[in-house]
Nanobody, 112 residues
Framework: VQFVESGGGSVQPGGSLQLSCVTY???????MAWYRRAPGKQRDLIGS???????DFDDSVKGRFTISRDDAKNMLFLQMNSVKPEDTAVYYC????????WGQGTQVTVSS
């Protein structure tokens, strides 16, 4: 297992969650990303962070989600704010390029 995602759970619309990802491969020097797979859909990249900290997000989460990284700990974080039911998905982390083996992901369920 190269990535271990955690922090998911059930949350009400408008709430917040912070997801974490730890990898046993160094993330230093790599652009990293969070992905998600909603029920019945393919896995999509929702946000990325470059090696020097620049972030970019899909329009569906822009302004609500933020990404940060701790290269010393080989960790990636996703802060999810103002969540919506359509954010319900399994969330994964991985590189942007030269993907490694996927982890199990962490389930996020948004419902009232």
């Amino acid at each position: 297992v190269q990535f271990v995602e955690s922090g998911g759970g059930s949350v009400q619309p408008g709430g917040s969650l912070q997801l974490s990802c730890v990898t046993y491969e160094t993330i230093n020097g790599y652009d990293m990303a969070w992905y998600r797979r909603a029920p019945g859909k393919q896995r999509d990249l929702i946000g990325s962070i470059t090696n020097d900290g620049q972030v970019d997000f899909d329009d569906s989460v822009k302004g609500r989600f933020t990404i940060s990284r701790d290269d010393a700990k080989n960790m990636l974080f996703l802060q999810m704010n103002s969540v919506k039911p359509e954010d319900t998905a399994v969330y994964y982390c991985n590189r942007v390029y030269s993907l490694l083996t996927w982890g199990q992901g962490t389930q996020v369920t948004v419902s009232s």
